[in-house]
Nanobody
Framework: EVQLVESGGGSVQAGGSLRLSCTRS?????MGWYRQAPGNECELVSS???????YYADSVKGRFTISRDNAKNTVYLQMNSLKPEDTAVYYC?????????????????????WGQGTQVTVSS
């Protein structure tokens, strides 16, 4: 069974930064970061393919940067200039073409391997 272990969430004031990490137990794959705030649907924040190509949601372009270390099977999400609307549970996911996976509820995704989520709270 593939396991994803997330770390790096926490609380920060608006304008601050956090870096999320996700380590996958098996070999490299397309990986992505999703988030879900209470009352909202699951949202794809960013993804990175095994070839390094990336995707960002419009709401985070210019503020978030995704990267990966294939030797460590780890993907990172550097989040700068955080806003209160970035507050959510952030989930790491992995699988072929993970960017195409758009569940309404991150915890009920039918495709890919998913982590347990890490809370990010941004206060104004």
């Amino acid at each position: 069974e593939v396991q994803l272990v997330e770390s790096g969430g926490g609380s920060v004031q608006a304008g601050g930064s956090l870096r999320l990490s996700c380590t996958r137990s098996s070999e490299e794959s397309d990986m992505g970061w999703y988030r879900q705030a209470p009352g909202n649907e699951c949202e794809l924040v960013s993804s990175i393919r095994s070839d390094g190509s990336t995707y960002y949601a419009d709401s985070v372009k210019g503020r978030f940067t995704i990267s990966r270390d294939n030797a460590k099977n780890t993907v990172y999400l550097q989040m700068n200039s955080l806003k209160p609307e970035d507050t959510a549970v952030y989930y790491c996911a992995a699988g072929p073409y993970i960017r195409l996976v758009r569940p309404r509820n991150c915890r009920l995704a039918a495709s890919g391997d998913w982590g347990q989520g890490t809370q990010v709270t941004v206060s104004s």
